[in-house]
């Protein structure tokens, strides 16, 4: 059984930082490109984040760019995102996904055919 299982959400305070996990379970992390994704209230899910499977290259959504840093750990077949002075508006339902091919761009929700169940985190004073 393919799965993706995000954790590490929660309430925090604007200014704060959470780490959020996404461990891959029956497949190998790198045979995986890898993308956090976020979905505000009343808005459409957006892509924030990638990581590549070969080359190492990451991208970040201009919004969260030098706040939020995305890293594998080959060995525990896991995905971290790290986010930092978190604000406001990045409150959302945050989900990893996977793909396996470079079809559409990153940010793009076609290109994953593996999501996660998404972990909610809020940011509120």
């Known amino acids: 059984q393919v799965q993706l299982v995000e954790s590490g959400g929660g309430l925090v305070q604007p200014g704060d930082s959470l780490r959020l996990s996404c461990e891959a379970v029956?497949?190998?992390?790198?045979?995986?490109?890898i993308a956090w994704f976020r979905q505000a209230p009343g808005k459409e899910r957006e892509g924030i984040s990638y990581?590549?499977?070969?080359?190492?290259?990451?991208f970040y959504e201009d919004s969260v760019k030098g706040r939020f840093t995305i890293s594998r750990d080959e060995a525990q077949n896991m995905v971290y995102l790290q986010l930092d002075s978190l604000k406001p508006e990045d409150t959302g339902v945050y989900s990893c996904?996977?793909?396996?091919?470079?079809?559409?761009?990153?940010?793009?929700?076609?290109?994953?055919?593996?999501w996660g169940q998404g972990t909610q985190v809020t940011v509120s004073s």
């Open positions: 990581s590549s499977k070969t080359d190492g290259i990451t």
């Open positions: 029956g497949f190998t992390l790198g045979s995986l490109n």
């Open positions: 996904a996977a793909s396996l091919d470079g079809r559409y761009t990153w940010y793009d929700p076609r290109r994953y055919i593996y």
